[in-house]
């Protein structure tokens, strides 16, 4: 079974410009999560779809950021426009809608620079 | 809400020998409990978790940790560590209720192994 993908895997912009990240999560998985890790800071929690409905945005730094999950399966989360303060490591992570009592699967992770 | 913290944000350890990683948390319910470990250049991988049951959990790699609900703790331990144990290791809760709840991690503890 494949786990969750993320892509890019790296990501180097300039300081007003657009990116999109995008998660493919583990096949059947339900919930999907971004969290992000800012360099030398904890992993935070930014949002929580449930299929393709967002369940908790609460953590979303701002409206630069968008995050979609049309139809349920991939998301994308966009910066538009990428500020410096951006930059660090962005994970998505998904987990079963019931059973194995939401154990998170985490991607590798995209590792965004704005310069 | 929920918080978790980590006491050593680096440990530098020989190999074969033991290593203890501190993990409190604070929370006004009922938590699940987390360690992930990210290697160097990799996502988080899932060690081990607590959801209920004996407070000693194994986890992969050699790996436990014991849940002491009296003191909010959650240490990871491993008897002999090697070298391919250098990396991140994270502890993580989440509020207990149905599947699909964001976790709050700690701050990260480095752990280096040397010769």
């Known amino acids: 079974e494949a786990g969750v993908t993320q892509f890019p895997s790296h990501s180097v912009i300039e300081k007003g410009q657009t990116v999109t990240l995008r998660c493919d999560p583990i096949?059947?998985?339900?919930?999907l999560y971004w969290y992000r890790r800012v360099m030398g800071k904890e992993i935070k929690f930014l949002l929580h779809?449930?299929?393709?409905?967002?369940?908790?945005e609460s953590g979303m730094p701002n409206n630069r950021f968008l995050a979609e999950r049309t139809g349920g399966t991939y998301s994308t989360l966009k910066v538009q426009p990428a500020e410096l303060e951006d930059s660090g490591v962005y994970f998505c992570?998904?987990?079963?809608?019931?059973?194995?009592?939401?154990?998170?699967?985490f991607g590798p992770g995209t590792r965004l620079l704005v310069l | 809400a929920q918080s978790v913290t980590q006491l050593d944000s680096q440990v530098p350890v020989f190999e074969e020998a033991p290593v203890e990683l501190r993990c409190n948390y604070s929370?006004?319910?009922?938590?699940?409990l987390f360690w992930y470990v990210q290697y160097p250049n990799q996502g988080l991988q899932l060690l081990l978790k607590?959801?209920?049951?004996?407070?000693l959990v194994k986890g992969i790699n050699g790996f436990e940790a014991e849940f002491n609900k009296s003191q909010t703790s959650f240490h990871l331990r491993k008897p002999s560590v090697h070298i391919s144990d250098t990396a991140e290791y994270f502890c993580?809760?989440?509020?207990?209720?149905?599947?699909?709840?964001?976790?709050?991690f700690g701050g990260g503890t480095r752990v280096l192994v040397k010769p």
């Open positions: 992570a998904s987990s079963q809608l019931a059973g194995d009592l939401g154990t998170q699967y």
């Open positions: 096949s059947g998985h339900d919930n």
């Open positions: 779809f449930v299929k393709e409905s967002k369940q908790d």
């Open positions: 929370s006004s319910v009922s938590v699940y």
């Open positions: 607590y959801l209920s049951g004996s407070t």
């Open positions: 993580a809760v989440s509020a207990v209720k149905a599947a699909g709840n964001k976790l709050t």
